[in-house]
């Protein structure tokens, strides 16, 4: 049976705004109270889903999420009506705010760590949503996630949905940004590859000095064990502390994976002899032949690989066995990256061409291509099992587009954030997007 790889985008929602809310996020701090356009945000990530569609990528989308999130401030002893919610969290704890209305889901591959039905012990799709808890803003995400993955994913035979993990530093997890999963084909078993920045219960393991190591190791093994991964289907590898430090927060800002390729900066973990080695031996035994691209610090720095977000692309995987890195515009910017991918694609190696995309609303917080998306590898009866109101089409295209210029705002400041006529726009729009979608009520709003 063929099996595919499935890019669900996060769709960005009208509250995208620069908070400046991810210490270690360079991108995040650095454009803090910037204003933002939410409408220029929304038609970006639309235009990049409808291109891979176009190019024969399978794509879905995967629904933002309600913002402000007036049930969170409730939570923070703020009362009255929602509009007095808002008003007094604004008075007197507008960071609080600023946090509530952070359209942050845009960031799918935050949002869960999936394992295909080829690797786990009962053999459906495993998805366990993120509980993103090294930041209050994100840390909020994970119950509609968990609502909206299980509208979209709904069948008990073929889909598992795992509750995000308890909810303290020692377990933090960041989802598929530190997930790859490496295989031959996409319907064969393949090697689950997790990376984490530090261990909550082994003093061994080194952590970075000054910036958060969001992943804990002990978070990706909670997460292997509910999947019922097998140990030779699984490969652990420690980031590199240092690179933490210098705004590395996520892995995939310095490494992606697809099929049987790893492509990495010189500097992205620890022991990346061991770890390759273990890569190849447990790849090997299941019939694939790892391969790795290493792209040295002498031609593109930790710093490079930051600003730029290189290895926050997308690597896909073409008909004729050949591969297409999509990449942020930042890489065209920064020199000395697209002089590396001008000798990547022209050395007659895997990766071929290099599409660039204009994803600066998001850029600005620190998400690129590769943030946005999910990746779901699935089989054509799972895929046939997906809710079809989510999978990208020209008309879906089309009617999201509409959408997003009827409810969006162009521009969006701190101030507007306090506007309650912003809290009924959302929420109509939201409301709108779920019959849109056909996901049925998702929302707090919706639901009580
Ligand atoms: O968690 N930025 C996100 C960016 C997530 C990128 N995802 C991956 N690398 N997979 C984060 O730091 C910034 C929000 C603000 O400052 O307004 C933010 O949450």
Redesign the pocket.
């Given at each position: 049976m063929k099996s595919y790889e499935v890019n669900f985008d996060g769709l960005v929602g009208p509250t995208h705004?620069?908070?400046?809310?991810?210490y270690g996020?360079v991108a995040?701090q650095s454009n803090?109270q910037q204003s933002s356009n939410p409408k220029e945000a929304a038609l970006q990530g639309l235009a990049k889903m409808k291109a891979l569609m176009e190019m024969g990528f399978q794509q879905g989308v995967l629904a933002p999420q309600e913002r402000p999130d007036v049930a969170a401030l409730r939570r923070l002893g703020f009362s009255g009506s929602d509009a007095q919610v808002i008003e007094r969290a604004a008075k007197d704890a507008m960071p609080l705010l600023v946090a509530s209305c952070?359209a942050?889901s845009m960031?799918v591959?935050?949002a869960a760590t999936v394992s295909p039905s080829a690797d786990t012990a009962d053999g459906r799709v495993h998805f366990t949503a993120a509980n993103l808890n090294c930041?209050y803003?994100?840390s909020i995400e994970h119950p509609t996630t968990s609502g909206v993955l299980g509208a979209m994913f709904a069948d008990p035979q073929h889909f598992a949905h795992h509750a995000a993990l308890p909810a303290v530093a020692q377990f933090g997890d960041e989802g598929a940004?530190n997930h790859t999963r490496f295989c031959r084909d996409y319907g064969q078993a393949g090697v689950e590859f997790f990376v984490f920045g530090r261990s909550a219960f082994d003093t061994r393991y080194p952590a970075p000095q000054k910036y958060p190591a969001r992943q804990t190791l002990e978070a990706s093994q909670a997460v292997a064990r509910l999947h019922g991964l097998s140990d030779d289907g699984v490969v652990y590898a420690q980031q590199n502390p240092s690179v933490i430090d210098q705004g590395v927060?996520?892995n995939?800002?310095i490494a992606v994976g697809n099929g049987e390729v790893l492509f990495y900066h010189e500097d992205a973990f620890l022991e990346t002899d061991k770890m390759l080695a273990e890569l190849d031996a447990k790849l090997g035994k299941r019939g694939g032949n790892f391969q790795s691209i290493c792209v040295p610090r002498s031609q593109v720095t930790v710093e490079d690989a930051v600003r730029s977000y290189l290895f926050?692309s997308q690597l896909l995987s073409r008909a004729d066995g050949s591969m297409l890195l999509i990449v942020p515009e930042e890489c065209r910017g920064n020199e000395r990256v697209w002089q590396y991918l001008q000798g990547l694609t022209s050395s007659g190696g895997l990766i071929r061409e290099v599409k660039v995309f204009d994803l600066k609303q998001s850029m600005q917080?620190?998400?690129?291509p590769?943030?946005l998306r999910l990746r779901v590898a699935l089989n054509q009866t799972e895929l046939a099992a997906v809710n079809p109101g989510v999978i990208m089409t020209a008309p879906l295209y089309g009617t999201l587009t509409q959408w997003v210029d009827k409810h969006y705002r162009d521009r969006l400041s701190e101030n507007d954030l306090a506007d309650p006529q912003l809290l009924l726009e959302c929420r109509t729009a939201l409301d709108e997007l779920t019959q849109i979608l056909k996901l049925g009520a998702v929302y707090p709003f919706q639901i009580n």
């Amino acid at each position: 049976m063929k099996s595919y790889e499935v890019n669900f985008d996060g769709l960005v929602g009208p509250t995208h705004n620069y908070g400046g809310l991810s210490y270690g996020n360079v991108a995040s701090q650095s454009n803090s109270q910037q204003s933002s356009n939410p409408k220029e945000a929304a038609l970006q990530g639309l235009a990049k889903m409808k291109a891979l569609m176009e190019m024969g990528f399978q794509q879905g989308v995967l629904a933002p999420q309600e913002r402000p999130d007036v049930a969170a401030l409730r939570r923070l002893g703020f009362s009255g009506s929602d509009a007095q919610v808002i008003e007094r969290a604004a008075k007197d704890a507008m960071p609080l705010l600023v946090a509530s209305c952070s359209a942050s889901s845009m960031w799918v591959a935050n949002a869960a760590t999936v394992s295909p039905s080829a690797d786990t012990a009962d053999g459906r799709v495993h998805f366990t949503a993120a509980n993103l808890n090294c930041k209050y803003h994100r840390s909020i995400e994970h119950p509609t996630t968990s609502g909206v993955l299980g509208a979209m994913f709904a069948d008990p035979q073929h889909f598992a949905h795992h509750a995000a993990l308890p909810a303290v530093a020692q377990f933090g997890d960041e989802g598929a940004a530190n997930h790859t999963r490496f295989c031959r084909d996409y319907g064969q078993a393949g090697v689950e590859f997790f990376v984490f920045g530090r261990s909550a219960f082994d003093t061994r393991y080194p952590a970075p000095q000054k910036y958060p190591a969001r992943q804990t190791l002990e978070a990706s093994q909670a997460v292997a064990r509910l999947h019922g991964l097998s140990d030779d289907g699984v490969v652990y590898a420690q980031q590199n502390p240092s690179v933490i430090d210098q705004g590395v927060f996520h892995n995939d800002v310095i490494a992606v994976g697809n099929g049987e390729v790893l492509f990495y900066h010189e500097d992205a973990f620890l022991e990346t002899d061991k770890m390759l080695a273990e890569l190849d031996a447990k790849l090997g035994k299941r019939g694939g032949n790892f391969q790795s691209i290493c792209v040295p610090r002498s031609q593109v720095t930790v710093e490079d690989a930051v600003r730029s977000y290189l290895f926050n692309s997308q690597l896909l995987s073409r008909a004729d066995g050949s591969m297409l890195l999509i990449v942020p515009e930042e890489c065209r910017g920064n020199e000395r990256v697209w002089q590396y991918l001008q000798g990547l694609t022209s050395s007659g190696g895997l990766i071929r061409e290099v599409k660039v995309f204009d994803l600066k609303q998001s850029m600005q917080n620190g998400g690129g291509p590769a943030c946005l998306r999910l990746r779901v590898a699935l089989n054509q009866t799972e895929l046939a099992a997906v809710n079809p109101g989510v999978i990208m089409t020209a008309p879906l295209y089309g009617t999201l587009t509409q959408w997003v210029d009827k409810h969006y705002r162009d521009r969006l400041s701190e101030n507007d954030l306090a506007d309650p006529q912003l809290l009924l726009e959302c929420r109509t729009a939201l409301d709108e997007l779920t019959q849109i979608l056909k996901l049925g009520a998702v929302y707090p709003f919706q639901i009580n």
